[in-house]
Structures are given as structure tokens and as C-alpha cells.
């Protein structure tokens, strides 16, 4: 346990969906008196709309969302992709992230497949072989092939040899990706 006189100065870059959050953080600390005393902020952002900024909490959300109990229904293989690569992400690591979001739209796409069609998914099918031969017995919304191709170009990115780094875009927009396909497959798909 430290002293206030022996901390160092601390900085922290916080980001929200809503102002209201940060001033609910910021009132937080105020309300420890030894904070308080020595809280300066430095400088508050105005409202970005930049995906850069705005995607910064939602691999924290996405493992928050893992933890609820609904979710459950979920497998848990799924679940435990998800949650590292939304660990992945926050660590900086773009590709590891990209490539588990990537298994884990293949592998729901596999189960798909399976149920549409009775028989084994073709063990050696990619992401985008499986997503083709899905749609020829799944009318997909459009919502849901733009959350599959954006996984799936991702993936591409990530796994094939090129002369660009993966970003932390490409790693979030296969999260992203990834999240809503298979949070369209257990509460839409399940149900016809």
C-alpha cells in the first residue's frame, strides 16, 4: 500500500460511448479525498465519431457480455474464442485477435453448414468456402453477410502473406463481425 505523497503522477486516457460516462469515472475519483486534491484533467476530447476512438471499449464490452448468464447458450469453445481475442485486441495483438474472431465465425458457419445440410462440414473449407456454400440453403439478411464478409476479409488480412501490417481495425471489425453473426445465429436463426 502506498502513501499519496508517494505516488508518482498517473495518467489515464479514458474513453465513452457517452459523456455521462466519463463524468460518472471522473466524480468517482473526486470522491477520494486524496485524489481529489491532486486530480488535474489534462484534456477532455471532444466528441469523435472516428472508429479509431469509438471501438476502443468494445472488446471490453464483449467480455463484459461473456460473462452474463444468457450468453450460456453460447458453446463455450465460441464463448472462450471471443474472449481472447477481445483480450488479444486490448494487448495490442491484431492478428492473434483477428484469426480467433475468424475461427469462430468458421466454426459457427461449420455448424450451420451441418445443420442445413446433414453431413460433416468439409474439414479443409475456409471461412469464405463455407459462407458460399451456406448461402445456397440459408437466405441470410444483409446485415448478416456484411458481418460474415467483414470477419472474413479480416481473416484475410491476417492469414495470407502481405505487405501491410494487420491493423486494429482489421482486429476489431472481425470482432465485430463475429459478435453480431453469432448473435444472429442463437436469436434468430435457432428459432425458424
Same mark, same amino acid.
Given at each position: 500500500?502506498?502513501?499519496?505523497?508517494?505516488?508518482?503522477?498517473?495518467?489515464?486516457?479514458?474513453?465513452?460511448?457517452?459523456?455521462?460516462?466519463?463524468?460518472?469515472?471522473?466524480?468517482?475519483?473526486?470522491?477520494?479525498?486524496?485524489?481529489?486534491?491532486?486530480?488535474?484533467?489534462?484534456?477532455?476530447?471532444?466528441?469523435?465519431?472516428?472508429?479509431?476512438?469509438?471501438?476502443?471499449?468494445?472488446?471490453?464490452?464483449?467480455?463484459?457480455?461473456?460473462?452474463?448468464?444468457?450468453?450460456? @447458450?453460447?458453446?463455450?469453445? +465460441?464463448?472462450?474464442? $471471443?474472449?481472447?481475442?477481445?483480450? !488479444?485486441?486490448? /494487448?495490442?495483438?491484431?492478428? &492473434?485477435?483477428?484469426?480467433?474472431?475468424? @475461427?469462430?465465425?468458421?466454426? +459457427?458457419?461449420?455448424? $450451420?453448414?451441418?445443420?442445413?445440410? !446433414?453431413?460433416? /462440414?468439409?474439414?479443409?473449407? &475456409?471461412?469464405?468456402?463455407?459462407?458460399?456454400?451456406?448461402?445456397?440453403?440459408?437466405?441470410?439478411?444483409?446485415?448478416?453477410?456484411?458481418?460474415?464478409?467483414?470477419?472474413?476479409?479480416?481473416?484475410?488480412?491476417?492469414?495470407?502473406?502481405?505487405?501491410?501490417?494487420?491493423?486494429?481495425?482489421?482486429?476489431?471489425?472481425?470482432?465485430?463481425?463475429?459478435?453480431?453473426?453469432?448473435?444472429?445465429?442463437?436469436?434468430?436463426?435457432?428459432?425458424?
Amino acid at each position: 500500500m502506498c502513501t499519496v505523497n508517494e505516488w508518482k503522477e498517473i495518467t489515464i486516457d479514458l474513453t465513452s460511448l457517452k459523456k455521462e460516462g466519463v463524468s460518472f469515472f471522473l466524480n468517482c475519483l473526486k470522491s477520494i479525498p486524496p485524489i481529489n486534491d491532486a486530480l488535474i484533467v489534462i484534456k477532455e476530447s471532444k466528441k469523435t465519431h472516428s472508429s479509431r476512438y469509438a471501438f476502443r471499449p468494445y472488446a471490453l464490452a464483449v467480455r463484459l457480455w461473456l460473462e452474463k448468464e444468457a450468453v450460456k @447458450i453460447i458453446p463455450k469453445d +465460441l464463448r472462450d474464442f $471471443l474472449n481472447n481475442s477481445s483480450k !488479444h485486441y486490448t /494487448a495490442q495483438e491484431w492478428r &492473434t485477435s483477428t484469426v480467433l474472431s475468424a @475461427i469462430t465465425t468458421e466454426s +459457427l458457419l461449420a455448424d $450451420l453448414y451441418e445443420e442445413e445440410y !446433414h453431413e460433416s /462440414a468439409p474439414s479443409k473449407a &475456409t471461412l469464405g468456402m463455407l459462407f458460399e456454400l451456406a448461402q445456397k440453403k440459408v437466405d441470410f439478411p444483409e446485415n448478416v453477410k456484411q458481418f460474415i464478409t467483414m470477419t472474413n476479409q479480416a481473416r484475410i488480412s491476417a492469414v495470407h502473406r502481405s505487405r501491410f501490417l494487420v491493423s486494429d481495425r482489421a482486429a476489431i471489425n472481425a470482432l465485430y463481425g463475429a459478435i453480431n453473426f453469432i448473435m444472429w445465429y442463437f436469436s434468430e436463426y435457432l428459432k425458424r
